[in-house]
């Protein structure tokens, strides 16, 4: 049965909304911004802007908020600035006193916002993380130091997880044809732009477009292409280019002369210069009959971006910027940003280095593949008595025997590393870290890191109560100065435990049995 009862469409003042009632203290929104740093990251945000000069900027909380809801919910720029406008829950997060039906910023600000803050802010926050949850060693808030040994030196403590991965740019998947068909499009309009500047004098530069497009789009309907067919139709391709810039070149000349100034644009200047050196790049492998050369130019509009040779099944190359991240207690750090190639056993040291850094001591335990565990880095990791799950270099000992305990450890420590590849997944599937659209380097490197510090201010807030309960335990430690034998027993018994998601009442569950 459906019951449906014909009125006239009501007007926008007669809609009610419940918008007089409170705000549900529970839903997820009112809960996850009492666990986001904003102060720590208004101090950050600050220190780039010019506090003297200049107009009146934005206030930090819309600004990490609105990019904290833009990743967390995978919307893009105009979307999140429409979320926020009609959800008076996000309202609120992003620090709004009443709700407001107009967009707290232009879409457009949020390319601004991403150059100011690079992804050294963003890792900045997520150390703050670590610290304020672990209670980290650090110099700059006096914190205690870490337990030292007999002889002085201070004991290891903790694993730390490492590995590489590539955050892929949101781009066309480049062929050596589609590249410089598209190189030939762009100096086609650069001509009729040109030449219209200079009054249309003479007869129009012959660039033979319709032949070239009937000869890409025959190309190009093909399923498969034989060796011969792609060197025939990049020939053409880099004749079609090579002549179109000639054109070019000389219509700079009459058009300056024309109009009394240059007469591309900057980002017109910036494009001729990307096709120019795709055209030397194509040229050589042409004439080399090779796939490859050194800084290798995949998109024209992103000229920053390489190929990353990664051997997977599903991809062998990838395009984007190859991160060299370390997990640290689930909280994953950018320990190298690269846009070139390179060899990720050569992050070992940095990223146990930075780990020292944050917590005052070396992990006990690196948990790495097989690429780290170098002649060189086995060295220097034995030095600080670091142990790595790889297997000792050399034959086998025959005499060598293991105990059941022994191969059980060694077992779930190299099993313990697949939790970086979940930190992977998570971003690539639940963030879209394989689809990173801005197009810019610093934006980029911007919108990556900030999908790095949401999955960190989730885990974070994750075990907020539990971080709670420790300083709860901390301060009745110092304030009370108890020696009672059960108090000590039962506050390390909760120390020690760790809750998976119900936090404090699992400790108490426990405590009971």
């Known amino acids: 049965m459906v019951k449906y009862q014909s009125v006239r469409q009501l007007k926008i003042e007669e809609f009610k909304t419940p918008f007089l009632k409170s705000l549900l203290p529970d839903n997820r929104w009112v809960e996850l911004s009492k666990v986001v740093p904003w102060d720590k990251f208004a101090a950050i945000y600050m220190s780039v802007m010019n506090l003297e000069t200049g107009r009146p900027g934005l206030s930090p909380r819309i600004v990490l908020g609105a990019m904290i809801i833009k990743h967390l919910e995978k919307l893009d720029d105009r979307g999140a600035i429409a979320a926020i406008q009609e959800n008076p829950y996000m309202q609120y997060f992003v620090g709004l006193e009443e709700f407001s039906p107009h967009p707290v910023f232009d879409p457009s600000l949020f390319v601004e916002i991403r150059k100011r803050i690079g992804h050294e802010k963003f890792d900045e926050l997520t150390n703050d993380l670590i610290r304020s949850l672990s209670g980290g060693f650090d110099q700059k808030h006096n914190s205690s130091p870490a337990k030292k040994k007999e002889d002085g030196s201070i004991k290891n403590k903790g694993k730390l997880q490492i590995d590489a991965t590539v955050a892929d740019q949101y781009i066309t998947f480049p062929t050596d044809p589609g590249l410089l068909n598209e190189c030939r499009k762009k100096c086609e309009g650069m001509i009729d732009k040109l030449y219209a500047l200079t009054g249309k004098k003479g007869v129009k530069p012959r660039t033979y477009r319709r032949n070239m497009d009937k000869a890409y789009i025959s190309y190009s309907k093909k399923k498969n292409h034989s060796k011969p067919e792609i060197r025939k139709i990049k020939r053409k391709l880099l004749e079609a280019v090579k002549r179109d810039m000639k054109h070019i070149d000389r219509l700079l000349d009459q058009a300056e002369v024309q109009v009394g100034r240059f007469p591309l ?96 001591h070396y992990p006990e335990l690196v948990q790495a593949d097989q ?91 994750g075990n907020f109560s539990f971080a709670y309960f420790l300083a709860l335990y901390k301060w009745l430690r110092q304030t009370l100065s108890v020696q009672s034998v059960l108090f000590g027993q039962t506050m390390e018994l909760l120390v020690n435990f760790q809750p998976a998601n119900n936090g404090v009442e699992q400790c108490l569950l426990k405590i009971n049995r």
């Open 371 to 461: 690429i780290y565990a170098t002649k060189e880095n086995r060295k220097w990791l034995k030095e600080r008595n670091i142990r790595i799950t790889a297997p000792p270099l050399g034959r086998p000992k025959a005499k060598e025997k293991e105990t059941p305990y022994f191969r059980r450890k060694k077992r779930k420590e190299k099993a313990e590393r697949n939790h970086i590849e979940g930190k992977f997944g998570q971003g690539k599937n639940g963030y879209n870290l394989n689809q990173i659209r801005a197009r810019l380097k610093e934006t980029s490197e911007s919108w990556v890191a900030c999908i790095f510090f949401v999955m960190n201010l989730l885990k974070y807030a």
């Open 265 to 360: 644009t900057r980002q017109e200047q910036k494009l001729l210069w990307v096709i120019h050196t795709v055209y030397e790049q194509q040229q050589q492998m042409y004439r080399e009959n090779s796939n490859s050369c050194p800084n290798r130019i995949v998109s024209i509009y992103q000229p920053h971006v390489r190929p990353i040779p990664r051997g997977k099944k599903k991809s062998k190359t990838e395009f984007g910027s190859k991160l060299g991240v370390g997990l640290d207690n689930g909280f994953a750090r950018i320990d190298t940003f690269s846009w070139d190639a390179y060899n990720e056993g050569t992050d070992l040291k940095k990223q146990v280095e930075a780990y020292r850094i944050l917590h005052g």
